[in-house]
């Protein structure tokens, strides 16, 4: 059985597209930013998935190159990079090199540095939260115990936070992270002022259980727990959507491992084999029965039966 390939094709001879690899969004409103940063610029049109983080970008290639396109992604506090490169089924040495693992080691590294901060951050804020709302627990001195645990919580676990949101102030916006960071500083920095300059720190200051509201001025008060526990909530949000987001990737890339890796091309009557990539629009292949169908297109000569079980 041939058939003619119908692989998609620009529709204009000056017009690109391509598929960027977006890095640094944290919320849809950042894919948001990014995406439209890049329809501004003349002859882009782009859209910009969060989910995947991934920009499929249209361009006018007279006027506009890849590196523009990345550009403009980095001014707007991200990070861009372009496809790598189609690799060859085989090495020269016989071992075949896997393109879509490339960016493999950089998800682990990221899944791992998140765990890390997820297991700081929620063993040190428990004891914190505990003794903040179980007046038992409150012994003397207890507020100095609960500044101790929770400084490396706001500051090493809150990190990316911090990162984010100084990232986007300076492009004059703001996101999701500059919220906690906000808010998760402002507990942190205001129990500081409590415990060294107001009557937090005195000896016996303890956090009454209470469902009345008591009017105050505050310099008795901490929230500590509440810069802790946030940073820990957000962090845990965080860490199991990354997860998710990894194994969805995985699946897809097994996926495509299914796909046909060669096809067979009839040029001038002579059957060719050429990797899949290189398969063209017009372009008459050859599939025996048994064989994978390397892609869309239209029957022209013979017929067989197609397992569409997989589908």
């Known amino acids: 059985m041939s058939a003619h390939s119908a692989t998609t094709a620009t529709t204009a001879a000056d017009t690109a597209a391509v598929e960027l690899a977006i890095g640094g969004m944290t919320c849809a409103s950042c894919a948001a930013r990014v995406e439209k940063k890049l329809n501004r610029m003349d002859g882009v049109t782009a859209t910009v998935n969060y989910a995947t ?12 190159s890849v590196e523009d396109l990345i550009a403009t992604v ?5 990070t861009a990079r372009p496809p790598a490169p189609p690799a060859s089924t085989a090495s020269p040495g016989g071992n075949s090199t896997d393109p879509a693992g490339a960016a493999a080691p950089s998800e682990d590294d990221e899944l791992t540095s998140l765990r890390q901060r997820l297991v700081t951050a929620v063993l040190l804020a428990v004891p914190v939260i505990a003794m903040a709302m179980v007046p038992a627990l409150q012994f003397d001195y207890w507020q100095w115990l609960s500044l101790t645990l929770t400084a490396p919580v706001v500051v090493y676990a809150a990190w990316p936070f911090h990162r984010a949101a100084w990232t986007n102030a300076k492009h004059g916006a703001a996101t999701m992270d500059t919220l906690i960071s906000v808010g998760t500083s402002a507990a942190f920095l205001w129990s500081l002022w409590a415990l060294f300059f107001g009557t937090a720190g005195m000896v016996g200051m303890t956090h009454p259980f209470e469902l009345t509201i008591a009017r105050s001025d505050g310099a008795g008060n901490i929230y500590l727990e509440a810069a802790a526990g946030v940073t820990a909530f957000i962090l845990a949000g965080r860490y199991f959507e990354a997860r998710s987001k990894r194994k969805a990737g995985a699946a897809l890339r097994a996926l495509m491992e299914l796909g046909a890796k060669e096809v067979r091309v009839l040029r001038d009557g002579v059957e060719t084999t050429i990797p899949t990539a290189e398969l063209q629009v017009g372009d008459r292949f050859v599939v025996r029965p048994g064989e994978k169908i390397a892609t869309d297109g239209t029957v022209v000569e013979g017929s067989s039966a197609v ?5």
Do not use: P, R
């Open 307 to 311: 397992d569409a079980s997989m589908l």
């Open 53 to 64: 983080e991934k920009a499929k970008v249209t361009y006018l290639g007279a006027d506009v």
């Open 74 to 78: 980095e001014a707007t506090g991200y």
